[in-house]
């Protein structure tokens, strides 16, 4: 006999149901598209791969736009002057381990050399309490706008662990971007409730999140 399904009923997350804090992109028929390929079981490894690369480029692109920038002007080839735009310095990325190191190479894509950190967290066998193993940090980053990035929160209690660490080193809560793929309400709700000052990008929010996507992506399985 073929197994009952779970069906993951349909679930629309308002930004205005969690406040300013949460971006959810879009749900354009492309975005729905790469949602779909990561939550289907069938979906080769490669496949995977190729759409989560996609997908996280979108979430790096939208959580650059909540980074400082400046003013500048510059000269064309042609020797016209044109009023444009360039990043502030002082940001950074965090990936937590080991999930989150698979956001890293879209985040250089976007940004070139930027400096990247990395924070290590494991729930305990018995307990199921999250511990924090081992971070490392680039110079000076307390003062950095921080990208941390994680892209499955189910509970938040990693990410709030990763929180934890970063104001211990402080970083201020007003200087952190999640980025993140898929997360849960109670999660998000969790995050903001504990920090209020953090912004979140995300694609998508729902009760039923794709807990495999660090195994798929690694292989690991």
Same mark, same amino acid.
């Given at each position: 006999m073929e197994p009952d399904v779970i069906q993951?009923? $349909?679930y629309v997350a308002k930004e205005e149901d969690f406040g300013p804090q949460l971006i959810t992109l879009k749900s354009t028929n492309n975005v729905k598209e790469l949602q779909t390929y990561l939550r289907d079981?069938?979906?080769?490894?490669?496949d995977f791969i190729f759409y989560a690369d996609r997908l996280?480029?979108?979430?790096? =692109?939208?959580?650059? +736009?909540?980074?400082?920038?400046?003013?500048c002007k510059v000269t064309t080839p042609t020797g016209h002057e044109y009023q444009g735009l360039k990043? =502030?310095?002082? +940001?950074?990325?965090?990936?937590?381990?080991?999930?989150g #190191?698979?956001? #890293?190479?879209?985040?250089? +894509?976007?940004?070139g050399?930027?400096?990247?950190?990395?924070?290590?967290?494991?729930?305990?066998?018995?307990?199921? #309490?999250a511990r924090v193993l081992y971070s490392n940090f680039p110079p000076e980053f307390s003062s950095r706008k921080v990208l941390l990035m994680y892209p499955i929160m189910s509970t938040g209690n990693t990410v709030t662990k990763a929180m934890n660490v970063l104001k211990n080193h402080e970083v201020k809560e007003k200087n952190v971007i999640l980025l993140n793929l898929f997360c849960t309400?109670?999660?998000?709700?969790?995050?903001?409730?504990?920090? $209020?000052?953090i912004s979140i990008v995300t694609t998508e929010v729902h009760p039923v999140a794709p +807990?495999?996507?660090g195994q798929k992506y690694f292989g690991t399985e």
């Amino acid at each position: 006999m073929e197994p009952d399904v779970i069906q993951i009923a $349909p679930y629309v997350a308002k930004e205005e149901d969690f406040g300013p804090q949460l971006i959810t992109l879009k749900s354009t028929n492309n975005v729905k598209e790469l949602q779909t390929y990561l939550r289907d079981k069938t979906t080769s490894r490669s496949d995977f791969i190729f759409y989560a690369d996609r997908l996280i480029r979108l979430v790096v =692109e939208e959580g650059l +736009n909540l980074l400082p920038y400046q003013k500048c002007k510059v000269t064309t080839p042609t020797g016209h002057e044109y009023q444009g735009l360039k990043y =502030e310095k002082g +940001n950074c990325g965090v990936s937590i381990i080991r999930s989150g #190191e698979a956001m #890293e190479q879209g985040l250089q +894509n976007c940004c070139g050399p930027i400096r990247i950190g990395k924070i290590l967290i494991q729930s305990d066998a018995d307990t199921h #309490e999250a511990r924090v193993l081992y971070s490392n940090f680039p110079p000076e980053f307390s003062s950095r706008k921080v990208l941390l990035m994680y892209p499955i929160m189910s509970t938040g209690n990693t990410v709030t662990k990763a929180m934890n660490v970063l104001k211990n080193h402080e970083v201020k809560e007003k200087n952190v971007i999640l980025l993140n793929l898929f997360c849960t309400p109670r999660a998000v709700k969790s995050l903001i409730s504990s920090f $209020p000052g953090i912004s979140i990008v995300t694609t998508e929010v729902h009760p039923v999140a794709p +807990n495999h996507f660090g195994q798929k992506y690694f292989g690991t399985e």
